[in-house]
């Protein structure tokens, strides 16, 4: 990005970098970024965010080609002035910190100084950072998420926008609390955390975030909603759209004239799992919100001409990645259209605002409703249901049980609970176990597998929940078949997680 004359642009070093001696460092990095000449300590340190280009030039004789320099390096930001006016207000709200910048961040930008802008961000505590690929020893959540914050603050100001942010953990904090994550337990968490952060979000879930969203956007009093389509698996994502969704049916109660639309989640837009790819996902969901009075209407904004601008802010979240790879995969997002032109999709919300079923909704819908009807039926028979298994698959993860456990206890007040894991699994449930709950741990792999199968077998309407990270379409059907068969005379049900089971007991039962 080159700014031939920034003037009363404000400069801002970079929230990542500090100061020891006369060297700049990134993060934690022990390798320095900038060694600074004497000359040029007192012009790094005068760099505040509140002061001018035009007043830094002024003061320093070397100012203009220093700054420069810096902004190369991507150490400083220069911010235009703005006086954006009242209104119109657009409120975009994100699940994270840098959704906004990654999926809309084009759209903003030709927004900038036109409009009033808001960015919400839903989840505001986090241990995350890039360094968790590198396996550093960084996992403080209060400097992480002052440093996110400080981050998305920037952001907002390169996009011409105020910048809010709600109290929620992050899916990894919420898996487990922050003081567990060492480098000690990184793999073990990072791996198993996916099959709670991959899982459908429970009404409860959803409910929490609206009631927290809802005051704020009412004390916001916004023209225009900009809400995440939550395409993918990630219940962060999920449960702010489908939070987003109850808020706006109620704001627009209120505000008839609301204008609210819909925005891809990128880059989970130009990503294809084993049994969905995301644009089958987003033309899913059109469809599934259609059959419920509400139309999404498919648009498409060319963003060439701010592009490059975009990145330059992207990359501004340089604790979660860095803009050199991100580029690319945002590039190939926004060359998704058709068109020649780099475009951000969207879509305009019309009719009735009515929020399907989250396993309606979710990516793997297919597996799911059919396995809704199990739960609905096993639900309806609750009271002669004595005995239940849960069977842990070789290579799959629990989830957060501690969660789970409370919806099958409450669930089914009469059962008792068999769950069997494999020997590298059996930490995962470290959490107090219930009276009618018993763990076995089997060895790893198939004769553990073999010897629950064998325990099980004579345990004729038992119901059975078998959590498989290979079920709904991404492991061998012939496989699942045979585990099926070798489990007779029961109700035998097939789940990625256990989370997954468990949110459709949530959704069939919302109350206890």
Same mark, same amino acid.
């Given at each position: 990005?080159?700014?031939?004359?920034?003037? =009363?642009?404000?400069?801002?070093?970079?929230? /990542?970098?500090?100061? @020891?001696?006369?060297?700049?460092?990134?993060?934690?990095?022990?390798? !320095?970024?900038?060694?600074?000449?004497?000359?040029?300590?007192?012009?790094?340190?005068?760099?505040?965010?509140?002061?001018?280009?035009?007043?830094?030039?002024?003061?320093?004789?070397?100012?203009?080609?220093?700054? /420069? /320099?810096? @902004?190369?390096? =991507?150490?400083?930001?220069?911010?235009?002035?703005?006086?954006?006016?009242?209104?119109?207000?657009?409120?975009?709200?994100?699940?994270?910190?840098?959704?906004? !910048?990654?999926?809309?961040? %084009?759209?903003?930008?030709h927004r900038r100084g036109n409009n009033r802008i808001t960015i919400l961000s839903v989840i505001k505590k986090s241990n995350y950072t890039s360094y968790f690929y590198l396996k550093r020893e960084y996992f403080d959540v209060d400097k992480i998420t002052s440093l996110r914050l400080e981050e998305s603050r920037l952001a907002a100001a390169l996009f011409g926008?105020?910048?809010?942010?709600?109290?929620?953990?992050?899916?990894?904090?919420?898996?487990?609390? &922050?003081?567990?994550?060492?480098?000690?337990?990184?793999?073990?968490? +990072?791996? &198993?955390?996916?099959?709670?952060?991959?899982?459908?979000?429970?009404?409860?879930? #959803?409910?929490?975030?609206?009631?927290?969203?809802?005051?704020?956007?009412?004390?916001?009093?916004?023209?225009?909603?900009?809400?995440?389509?939550?395409?993918?698996?990630?219940?962060?994502?999920?449960?702010?759209?489908?939070?987003?969704?109850? #808020?706006?049916?109620?704001?627009?109660?209120? /505000?008839?004239?609301?204008?609210?639309?819909?925005?891809?989640?990128?880059?989970?837009?130009?990503?294809?799992?084993?049994?969905? +790819?995301?644009?089958?996902?987003?033309?899913?969901?059109?469809?599934? $919100?259609?059959?419920? %009075?509400?139309?999404?209407?498919?648009?498409?904004?060319?963003?060439?001409?701010?592009?490059?601008?975009?990145?330059?802010?992207? +990359?501004?979240? &340089?604790?979660?990645?860095?803009?050199?790879?991100?580029?690319?995969?945002?590039?190939?997002?926004?060359?998704?259209?058709?068109?020649?032109?780099?475009?951000?999709?969207?879509?305009?919300?019309?009719?009735?605002?009515?929020?399907?079923?989250?396993?309606?909704?979710?990516?793997?819908?297919?597996?799911?409703?059919?396995?809704?009807?199990?739960?609905?039926?096993?639900?309806?028979?609750?009271?002669?249901?004595?005995? #239940?298994?849960?069977?842990?698959?070789? +290579?799959?993860?629990?989830?957060?049980?501690?969660?789970? @456990?409370?919806t099958l206890l409450t669930a089914f007040p009469k059962a008792s609970f068999h769950l069997y894991l494999p020997e590298g699994a059996a930490w995962e449930v470290d959490t107090g176990i219930d009276e009618r709950v018993t763990v076995t741990v089997v060895p790893d792999g198939p004769s553990g597998l073999l010897s629950v199968l064998r325990r099980e077998f004579?345990?004729?309407?038992?119901?059975?929940?078998?959590?498989?990270?290979?079920?709904?379409?991404?492991?061998?059907?012939?496989? @699942?078949?045979?585990?099926?068969?070798?489990?007779?005379?029961?109700?035998?049900?097939?789940?990625?997680?256990?989370?997954? $089971?468990?949110?459709?007991?949530?959704?069939?039962?919302?109350?206890?």
């Open positions: 990005m080159t700014i031939n004359d920034p003037g =009363e642009d404000l400069v801002q070093i970079r929230p /990542h970098y500090r100061r @020891q001696g006369n060297l700049v460092y990134f993060m934690i990095s022990k390798r !320095a970024t900038l060694e600074l000449a004497q000359d040029e300590l007192e012009l790094f340190d005068a760099i505040d965010g509140r002061t001018s280009f035009s007043e830094l030039a002024r003061r320093f004789p070397t100012a203009v080609q220093k700054i /420069h /320099h810096w @902004q190369s390096l =991507e150490i400083v930001e220069l911010i235009p002035p703005l006086a954006a006016p009242e209104r119109p207000h657009l409120v975009v709200i994100e699940p994270h910190m840098d959704d906004a !910048a990654l999926s809309v961040g %084009g759209r903003l930008l926008a105020e910048y809010s942010c709600l109290n929620f953990e992050d899916a990894p904090l919420r898996f487990r609390e &922050a003081n567990l994550w060492s480098l000690d337990t990184l793999e073990n968490f +990072s791996e &198993a955390a996916g099959a709670y952060t991959d899982t459908s979000p429970t009404p409860g879930a #959803v409910n929490a975030i609206a009631e927290s969203l809802l005051p704020e956007c009412e004390k916001l009093s916004p023209d225009e909603i900009w809400i995440p389509m939550g395409l993918g698996s990630h219940i962060d994502h999920r449960a702010t759209r489908s939070a987003c969704m109850k #808020v706006a049916a109620k704001l627009r109660l209120v /505000h008839p004239n609301l204008k609210i639309s819909v925005y891809e989640d990128l880059p989970y837009s130009a990503v294809n799992s084993a049994t969905y +790819s995301a644009e089958e996902h987003a033309v899913a969901m059109c469809n599934t $919100f259609g059959k419920h %009075g509400t139309r999404l209407v498919r648009r498409f904004e060319a963003i060439d001409d701010v592009f490059d601008r975009k990145i330059r802010a992207i +990359s501004v979240f &340089a604790s979660q990645f860095k803009g050199s790879v991100m580029e690319p995969k945002i590039r190939q997002c926004a060359s998704l259209s058709g068109s020649n032109a780099l475009s951000e999709t969207y879509y305009d919300m019309e009719g009735s605002l009515r929020l399907p079923r989250e396993s309606e909704l979710a990516p793997d819908s297919s597996a799911l409703i059919p396995m809704r009807d199990i739960v609905s039926a096993l639900l309806r028979g609750r009271e002669k249901i004595t005995r #239940v298994a849960v069977i842990l698959l070789p +290579s799959s993860h629990i989830g957060k049980w501690d969660e789970d @456990q409370r004579y345990r004729f309407g038992t119901p059975t929940i078998l959590v498989s990270w290979g079920a709904f379409g991404g492991g061998s059907a012939g496989k @699942q078949r045979l585990l099926k068969a070798a489990l007779p005379l029961r109700r035998v049900i097939l789940s990625r997680t256990l989370g997954d $089971f468990c949110a459709l007991i949530a959704e069939e039962s919302p109350g206890p």
